[in-house]
């Protein structure tokens, strides 16, 4: 299973990025998947997740009403949409794949067995 990550880059506070996630090496509706993201010094922090199938989504609150992670079954692609940009925003994202078949996404990092290799998404003030 290979996950590859792309779309980050530089942006001004207030800015938009869309970062997307191609899922190769296994049946793609039958996972959901994430997105995490790490800050300079510090830990590892789940985003956003999307269940299997089209529709329920989780997001950490500091980013609901700004972002939104969509999903192309036909590409087995992952998207995170990301408007109205902050400085806090600024990490390396990472999508990630869970270990087993399940509909809905789950915060726990354990439950991922495969991540991409992280996109830098740089916002500046």
């Known amino acids: 299973v290979q996950l590859q990550a792309s779309g980050g880059g530089l942006v001004q506070a207030g800015g938009s990025l869309r970062l997307s996630c191609t899922v190769s090496?296994?049946?793609?509706?039958?996972?959901?998947m994430s997105w995490f993201r790490q800050a300079p010094g510090k830990e590892r922090q789940f985003v956003a997740g999307?269940?299997?199938?089209?529709?329920?989504?989780l997001y950490t609150d500091s980013v609901k009403g700004r972002f939104t992670i969509s999903r192309d079954s036909a590409k087995n692609t992952v998207y995170l949409q990301m408007n109205s940009l902050k400085p806090e925003d600024m990490a390396v994202y990472y999508c990630?794949?869970?270990?087993?078949?399940?509909?809905?996404?789950?915060?726990?990092?354990?439950?991922?067995?495969?991540w991409g290799q992280g996109t830098l998404v740089t916002v500046s003030s």
């Open positions: 990630a794949s869970p270990r087993f078949s399940g509909t809905m996404p789950t915060i726990k990092e354990g439950e991922y067995a495969y």
């Open positions: 090496g296994r049946t793609f509706s039958g996972y959901y």
């Open positions: 999307i269940r299997s199938t089209e529709g329920s989504t």
